[in-house]
């Protein structure tokens, strides 16, 4: 299939533009490089560019007659949402309607989009389906779920058929350590906590010790990027086999506490690193698992790195790596 992504010059994205070129799909990257890293791509060609360049993006649609759009483009750091939301509205809910413009006026097939578990907010049950009620207590959720219904939207309408990936918490990095999350101030646990044991940080703070959980700390369900870039070929060959729209969790649907991570950092780096209780950072929910019945059942999905150990040795291989470079 030619395929275009939309932010494949970044962490998840260029992880699937690997994968998609290793099973011979042929890709075009449209990034505007704002988060993400040329080298980082290792397959196919880059477009450099802005979603918000309509007429650069019609150029793009123009030249190419694409089978499916694999959309990861966006902002996506939680407190500033808060701080600026109409930035984030604008990239990743207006951007996605000016790409899904195009997607209708060009005629494209099929549309797999990247949306996220903030879309559940503070979930009753720290188990969520995809039935839960969309409840997003930040904007950054919000943006995502909008652009959601308006997927769902155009497609009652005669649109793409689509798939809707709702990413838990993606972590670790390329088994061969090629590429890996590369994003400066990176706020996510197990990078933080594997460059607190390079030393790149003077510690690891754990954000509350007072949750209702059973050692007090929140409760998250970390995929290995292989498993989740493995779900969007999964989710393309659905779609071109004539799979029906789908919203879809990814997760394992099981968790691990703060505390856990990092211990599984400091066995898999032999490394004592500092960690100090911190009081609770806002708007995280106590724990959040993914119930993922409907992906294995609607994509035949099963993970392979499904183990916190090895999702942290590959996140800290790619950490080490990516210090020396
Ligand atoms: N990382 C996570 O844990 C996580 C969890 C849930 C959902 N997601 C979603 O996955 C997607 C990818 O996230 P990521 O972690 O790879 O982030 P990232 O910042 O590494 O990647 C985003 C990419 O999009 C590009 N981009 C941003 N705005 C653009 C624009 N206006 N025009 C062109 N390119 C633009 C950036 O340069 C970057 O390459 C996002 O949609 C995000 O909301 C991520
Ligand atoms: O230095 C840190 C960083 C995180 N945490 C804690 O570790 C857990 C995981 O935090 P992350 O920031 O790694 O991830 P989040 O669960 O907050 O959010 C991530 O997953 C969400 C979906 O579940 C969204 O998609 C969001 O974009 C993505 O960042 C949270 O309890 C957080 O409080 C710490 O204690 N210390």
Known sequence: MKILVTGGAGYIGSHVVRQLGEAGHEVVVYDN??????????????VEGDLADGERLDAVFEAHRFDAVLHFAAFIVVPE?????????????????GLLE????????????????????????SMVDESAPLVPINPYGASKMMSERMLMDLGVAGGPSYVALRYFNVAGADPEARIGQA???????IKVACQAALGQRERLQI????????DGTCIRD??????????HLAALDYLAGGGASAVLNCGYGRGYSVREVADAV???????????????????PPALVADNTRIRRELGWTPAYDDLDRIVADAWRWERKFANQ
């Open 207 to 214: 954000f509350g010790t007072d949750y209702p959980t059973p």
């Open 266 to 284: 400091r066995r898999v780096s032999g490394v004592e690193f500092r960690v100090d209780e911190a009081p609770r950072r806002a708007g995280d």
């Open 183 to 189: 994003t400066p101030d990176a706020t996510h646990l």
């Open 33 to 46: 490089l704002s988060t993400g890293h040329r080298w980082a791509i290792l397959s196919g060609t880059l």
């Open 222 to 231: 970390y995929i290995h990027i292989e498993d989740l870039a493995r779900a």
């Open 81 to 97: 949402s808060v701080a600026e939301p109409l930035k984030y509205y604008a990239n990743n809910t207006r951007n996605t309607l």
């Open 102 to 125: 195009r997607v209708q006026r060009f005629g494209v097939p099929h549309f797999v989009f990247s949306s996220t578990a903030a879309v559940y907010g503070m979930p009753e049950q």
